[in-house]
């Protein structure tokens, strides 16, 4: 397995409730290493960009209310198998059918305010650690 990079968000409901510690606590126990983090407040711009992907989705515009309704948490994170296993250690987007011991069980408020973001390929990886970090940034 390779050592990878990945992107991670913690979203405005975790840092609304002061929990960014404890997201931290079960990423950091599941074997990923913050090699850059910041604190923003994303732009309404920022949020429609990152998210294009979703723009035809009916929840699209309450998804970018919601990611610039309080300050978020960016970050990258490295690791043997980062993608993977910082998406198990999510859990399912929808915290109803998130596993047991995973953050989105333990934390989400709901299908949108679900507590993390978290790159699902290699690509994705790569174009949203560049959407929030230049590489003198990320110390690895
Ligand atoms: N989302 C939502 N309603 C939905 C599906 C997704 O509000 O029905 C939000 C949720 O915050 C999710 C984000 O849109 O994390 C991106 O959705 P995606 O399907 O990419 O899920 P993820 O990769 O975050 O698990």
Redesign the pocket.
């Known amino acids: 397995m390779a050592i990878e990079r990945t992107f991670s968000i913690i979203k405005p409901d975790a840092t609304r409730r002061n929990i960014t510690g404890k997201v931290l606590s079960y990423l950091e126990a599941a074997g990923l290493r913050v090699i850059a983090q910041k604190r923003i407040h994303m732009t309404k711009e920022q949020a429609e960009g990152f998210?294009a992907v979703?723009k035809e989705r009916p929840?699209f515009s309450?998804?970018v209310t919601?990611m610039t309704s309080g300050p978020v948490v960016v970050q990258v994170l490295e690791g043997e198998d980062a993608i993977a296993k910082n998406r198990e250690v999510?859990g399912?987007?929808n915290p109803a059918n998130a596993a047991a011991g995973t953050i989105r069980k333990d934390f989400a408020e709901s299908?949108?305010?679900?507590s993390v973001?978290?790159s699902?390929a290699p690509e994705t990886a790569k174009q949203e650690i560049a959407y929030f970090f230049k590489e003198e940034e990320i110390v690895g």
């Open positions: 998210y979703h929840f309450d998804l919601f999510m399912a987007t299908i949108e305010a679900n973001h978290g699902d």
